[in-house]
Structures are given as structure tokens and as C-alpha cells.
């Protein structure tokens, strides 16, 4: 039952980057109604709200293990939902979508020295290799594999900004790991989201636009109750899980799955185009992918039966 359970969570990974590929596009339509902080703070205030009902409903609160690990959590909740929300709708404002996504296609290898670092994560060249070819992967994905496009990039004070919002998502990642040492995921996940929401709806105030939450398009809030459960809710809680179960480098690399779900789904969607070229791309993110979460898991458990002497009576 346990060998099961840890192998569902990189499966169950996989709805991480699905999930939040849909909310860059969903995102995308929200924001022409309403301001973003304004999405954000609705999103992240109705989604803590669930989470706080679920957590209660499940009395799952450990006040000793929460007052252990508040600072960790408050950080979380400044760095993950309120910090990286601010930087990256301010940010796109300033520069291009292209530049933001090649500078957040980092964040898997920033969470893995990161984690290396200070976690006490392994390092190997298995690891290494996944990275490299997954983020090569993304930036063929994101530039159509195109040199020119990568060539003809100009970086300005929004560059800053992502580089703001990409390090914000790095500290949120390695701070979920201490966290979740006593608390957890499920109430990491609703703490976080809540005292981050609250934080947005400050910063929401100075739009002036909460009363255009009840003239948005029927496909406005369809979009929005997406980005709500399965982007928020969901999401989040098998992120955390994910951290504290494989750690922060493996669930970190799930990350550069991101733009892949972006891409299709804005095929399927809303009739955006793709060519062979970001395909290819694609392909080598998976393929990074597997390399460091799947491929050594199952390269481990063929060893475990190997060398269980059932197997080997059996195989003589």
C-alpha cells in the first residue's frame, strides 16, 4: 500500500502543471474584466475560505505544530500567493510574455540548489541531466525555436520584476519544505492562501474595482471557479504534498510542464497555433521530467526486486 502511495504522488503531480497551465489562459480572459490584483485576491480569498471549511470540518488544526512554524508559514503566504501574484501582473504589464516565461522556466533548477543547499536534497548527474534538458525544452517551447526571437530580446525594469516573482516562487518552495516538517500540507495550504489573500485585497483596494466582480461574463466566472478549485484549491494542496513527499527539487521540475499545458490548451481552446518545432520542445520536458522524478523511482524499485530473494529463486 505505501510502495502505491508513492508512486500515485508523481502521477497526481502531473495535474499541478495542468492546472495551472489552464489558469495562465483562463488568467488571460479574467484580467480584461476585472483588474488582476482584484482576480487574484477573489481567487486565493475564495479558495482559503474552502480550504478553511475543509480543515475544520476535518479538525485538522495542530495549534502546537502552526506556532512552531508561523514565521515559515507567513513567509509562504508573503513569497508564494502575495508576492509572486504582485511582481508577475506587474511585470506583464511592463515587458513580454516570452521574457517572463524564460526567466520562470529557471525556477526548477533555483528550487534544486536550493534544496540541495540548504534541505540537505541529493545532487546526481541523473538530476542534472533532467534539468538541463526539460529547461532546454521550455525555452525551445516558449521561442518556437526560434534563435532570432532569442536574440532580439530586450530586458527592462519588468525582467526585474519576474526575476522578483521567480525568486518570491524559489523561497516559497524551499520555506513549504521546513514548514511541512510539523504542519501539514493540507493546513500549509489554507494558512498560506488565506493570509496571502488578505494581503492581495489590501493591494486590490488602490484598483477601485471590486464592483466589476458582479458584472463579469458568464465565461468570466466559469473561468474563474476553474482557477478557484482545481488551480488554488487543488493544486496547491498537491503541490505541498508533493513537496514534503518527493521534495522540493523533484516537485519543483513539474514547474517546466507549465508552459507545455499553456501551449495546447490554448490550441484546443482558443484556437492558438503551434508548430513542430515547440512539439520537439515539448517532448524534451517530458522526457526532463521523467528523468528526475519517474526514472529513478522505478530504476530503484527494479532494484528492490531484484534483489528480494523470491525474485532471484525465481529468475534462476
Not at 534538458?133 to 532580439?152: D, E, R
Not at 458582479?214 to 482545481?230: D, K, L, N, R, Y
Request: hydrophobic content about 55%; glycine content about 8%.
Amino acid at each position: 500500500m505505501k510502495s502505491d502511495q508513492s508512486i500515485a504522488i508523481y502521477f497526481l503531480l502531473l495535474l499541478v502543471p495542468l492546472f495551472w497551465g489552464g489558469a495562465f489562459v483562463a488568467a488571460e480572459h479574467v484580467i480584461t474584466e476585472i483588474p488582476p490584483v482584484t482576480a487574484a485576491a477573489f481567487r486565493f480569498g475564495s479558495a482559503g475560505m474552502l480550504l478553511l471549511l475543509f480543515v475544520l470540518w476535518q479538525k485538522k488544526l495542530d495549534f502546537t505544530a502552526i506556532r512552531k512554524q508561523w514565521r515559515a508559514l507567513l513567509l509562504m503566504a508573503i513569497t508564494g500567493i502575495f508576492g509572486y501574484n504582485v511582481f508577475f501582473f506587474i511585470a506583464l504589464d511592463i515587458t513580454t510574455a516570452i521574457n517572463g516565461s524564460l526567466i520562470v522556466a529557471t525556477t526548477p533548477v533555483l528550487v534544486t540548489l536550493g534544496a540541495v543547499l540548504f534541505l540537505g536534497e541529493v545532487w546526481n548527474k541523473q538530476l542534472g541531466f533532467g534539468l538541463l534538458l526539460s529547461l532546454i525544452g521550455v525555452i525551445v517551447v516558449i521561442s518556437k525555436g526560434s534563435l532570432t526571437t532569442l536574440v532580439s530580446l530586450e530586458f527592462n525594469l519588468g525582467d526585474l520584476l519576474f526575476i522578483g516573482g521567480l525568486l518570491s516562487w524559489v523561497a516559497h518552495g524551499l520555506l513549504g519544505k521546513a514548514a511541512m516538517r510539523d504542519v501539514s500540507p493540507v493546513v500549509t495550504t489554507t494558512l498560506t492562501t488565506l493570509i496571502g489573500s488578505v494581503l492581495l485585497f489590501i493591494v486590490s483596494l488602490f484598483e477601485h474595482s471590486w464592483g466589476k466582480l458582479m458584472v463579469m461574463s458568464s465565461q468570466a466566472w466559469g473561468e474563474m471557479v476553474f482557477m478557484i478549485i482545481c488551480s488554488s484549491v487543488i493544486g496547491f494542496l498537491l503541490w505541498n504534498s508533493g513537496i514534503k513527499r518527493i521534495g522540493a527539487s523533484k516537485s519543483s521540475i513539474y514547474m517546466n510542464l507549465v508552459p507545455i499545458n499553456t501551449a495546447w490548451i490554448a490550441v484546443v481552446l482558443y484556437d492558438s497555433t503551434i508548430t513542430w518545432t515547440q512539439i520537439i520542445g515539448m517532448a524534451m520536458v517530458i522526457a526532463g521530467v521523467y528523468f528526475v522524478t519517474l526514472h529513478p523511482y522505478l530504476k530503484t524499485k527494479q532494484r528492490d526486486k531484484g534483489s528480494d530473494p523470491l525474485s532471484r529463486t525465481l529468475t534462476k
